[in-house]
């Protein structure tokens, strides 16, 4: 029976981890794409301003 102790938290783990595998691809893509890389693209802007207002290009 130890070895049935012995494999339950890798197949646990096995799981769960192809649960959030399908979850992160099911979740590409859709309406909210737009939504999700307009606010990236802002805040990509918002970093690159900030660094090149203090003078951060040498």
Do not use: H
Request: without cysteine; glycine residues 10%.
């Amino acid at each position: 029976m130890d070895y049935v102790s012995a494999l339950v938290p890798p197949v646990v783990m096995a799981v769960f981890f192809i649960g959030v595998v399908r979850v992160i691809v099911k979740t590409q893509g859709g309406a909210a794409k737009a939504k999700e890389d307009a606010a990236v693209d802002a805040a990509l802007a918002r970093a690159e301003g900030a660094r090149q207002a203090s003078g951060g290009d040498v």
